[in-house]
C-alpha cells in the first residue's frame, strides 16, 4: 500500500513529483498519475508538434531534478507516490496522436501495460539507473514502446 508523507501537501517540489498529488492514492498511484496526465494531454493535443515536444521535454528535464529531490528528502528510491514520470511517460506516448477520447484511453492502456510489465531492456534500466533520471527513463522507454504500439493501432485503423 501506498504511504504518502505529509510533505506532499506542504512542498511544492513533492506536490509536483506526487503528480499534483495524484500519487498519493493508497493503492495504484502510477495508474491514478497517469489518469491525471490525460487533461493535461487534452489540453496539449493542439499544439504544434514541436511546441509539444518542446513542453513535453522541459517537463521530463524538470521531472528529473523534481523526482531525484523528492526520492532522497523522503529516503527512497523511486517512492511509489511519485508519478511526475508516469505523467511524462504518458505524454511521450501521445505524441502526434491525434485527441479523442478513444485514443486517450487506448493511449493509457497500451502506457500501463508496457510501464507495469517492464519488457527487456526496460526492466533492466529501472533495476540499473539510479536518481532521478533512474525514474524517469524507464518510463520514457515504456513510452517509446506505447508510442510505436499506439502508432500502429492509428495506422491500421
Known amino acids: 500500500m501506498n504511504r504518502a508523507p505529509a510533505s506532499v501537501w506542504r512542498r511544492p517540489t513533492h506536490f ?4 499534483l498529488g495524484s500519487g498519493a492514492v493508497p493503492w495504484a498511484p502510477g495508474t491514478f498519475g497517469t ?47 511519485i ?5 511524462v511517460g504518458y505524454w511521450l506516448t501521445m505524441v502526434a ?18 510501464d507495469v510489465f517492464k519488457p527487456w531492456p526496460i526492466r533492466w534500466a529501472d533495476r540499473r ?4 533520471f533512474g525514474i524517469m527513463i524507464d518510463d520514457v522507454m515504456a513510452a517509446l514502446y506505447a508510442w510505436g504500439t499506439i502508432h500502429l493501432w492509428l495506422w491500421l485503423h
Not at 16 to 19: I, P, R, S, T
Not at 83 to 87: I, L, S, Y
Not at 97 to 114: D, N, Q
Open 16 to 19: 509536483l513529483a506526487f503528480g
Open 83 to 87: 508519478v511526475w514520470d508516469e505523467f
Open 35 to 81: 489518469l491525471a496526465a490525460i487533461p493535461f494531454y487534452w489540453l496539449m493535443s493542439d499544439l504544434p508538434l514541436g511546441w509539444y515536444l518542446s513542453l513535453v521535454g522541459v517537463a521530463m528535464v524538470i521531472g528529473i531534478w523534481l523526482c531525484d529531490k523528492t526520492s532522497h528528502d523522503l529516503g527512497v528510491h523511486d517512492h511509489s507516490g
Open 97 to 114: 496522436v491525434p485527441f479523442s477520447w478513444e485514443a486517450a484511453l487506448w493511449g493509457f492502456v497500451v502506457f500501463r501495460i508496457f
Open 129 to 132: 539507473v539510479a536518481g532521478g
